[in-house]
């Protein structure tokens, strides 16, 4: 569904061609301050055109405070903010009626909608509704900090294309005029020992839910992820050297038996290469019933990894803020 979380609980809507795009979000303390401000650094960090194989798409990205804010401060009532959609040019997804993109949810979604989906620019698939997930992230942010001022939400890009050199992938990418992914890895710092729940919302079952919601992902791994499986158990395990919780390593990630262990949780996401790619492909034109050759028109990025940061450390923020909830 388009909601996710038990008490800190975010609902999403929108679409990317549609007027806005925005999240409701319940379960939000009372007299929690939230200005503008608030939201500037993260916004500004997903937004495209700024960084080279961006979308040239650009959009004001200014949060609209609907309900649950009053002077400033959160009222205790369901936060609603929304984003409206101003630089649009729909009539390049005309053709996607008739030859769906390969990799996209376009077939999918006229599937499962039985065609009345909105798909300009990826309806409500649209990498456009991870703008509502940072806001969101910002709020889990602030419910952080009220219960463990010292809780730190990070992530990084490791590598692009396979290349750890960046700069220098993108330049690929953009001479090829194909996409490219990419690989994160996000680390939560000073969390509490024990938070999480056993088996179906172990911490990682969470995370892992909350960070699949993010288009374009197609795997994580905590810890030592799937090199565990060529290590030793004596390799493996974290032996534990004083009582704070501390750990000689860290290979598990954080998190044993679901709950968080008092060391950093540490996991990596693989984001696949944008679907919408500028180079010839084939594909299915339903209309017809033929395989055709065809070229994606519009604006896309050439690599969405560049731009998944801030939208990683939100969901993440979104499912500690609950568990923290939860836990207290």
């Known amino acids: 569904m388009n909601s996710f979380g038990r008490i800190f609980r975010i609902s999403i809507f929108g679409e990317s061609h549609g007027p806005m795009v925005g999240i409701t979000i319940d379960g939000v303390l009372p007299g929690i301050e939230l200005t503008m401000a608030d939201f500037e650094d993260k916004l500004q960090r997903r937004k495209g055109g700024i960084l080279p194989g961006t979308t040239p798409r650009k959009e004001e990205d200014t949060p609209i405070f609907v309900s649950g ?13 929304v984003f409206e959609n101003k630089n649009v040019i729909s009539k390049d997804y005309e053709e996607l009626r008739k030859i769906p993109r390969p990799g996209h949810a376009d077939f999918v979604a006229s599937q499962k909608f039985n065609g009345f989906e909105d798909y300009r620019g990826g309806g409500h698939f649209s990498g456009r509704l991870t703008l509502c997930l940072v806001a969101a992230g910002v709020v889990a942010e602030k419910i952080i900090s009220h219960f463990s001022p010292s809780v730190n939400i990070q992530s990084s890009i490791i590598e692009i294309g396979g290349d750890k050199e960046i700069e220098s992938a993108i330049q690929k990418a953009i001479d090829a005029q194909d996409s490219i992914g990419g690989i994160l890895e996000c680390k939560i710092s000073n969390l509490p ?28 791994e905590f810890g030592s992820g799937f090199h565990a499986a060529k290590m030793k ?16 390593s860290n290979h598990a990630g954080g998190i044993a038996g679901g709950l968080s262990n008092g060391n950093d949780v540490v996991f990596r996401i693989a984001v696949k290469p944008t679907s919408s790619t500028p180079q010839v492909q084939n594909s299915l034109n339903t209309h017809s019933g033929e395989v055709e050759s ?31 909830l939860i836990k207290l």
């Open 69 to 81: 804010l009053f002077n400033d401060k959160t009222t205790g009532a369901p936060l609603t903010i």
């Open 193 to 220: 020992i024990g938070v999480g729940e056993p088996f179906f919302d172990s911490l990682e079952s969470l995370i892992s839910h909350a960070v699949f919601a993010i288009p374009a992902v197609k795997g994580i």
């Open 233 to 248: 158990g004596s390799e493996h395990n974290d032996a534990l050297i004083d009582e704070s919780g501390k750990y000689a």
């Open 294 to 324: 065809f070229s994606i028109k519009g604006r896309h990025d050439l690599c969405i990894a560049l731009r998944v940061p801030p939208v990683l450390e939100s969901v993440s923020a979104c499912v500690i803020a609950d568990a923290l």
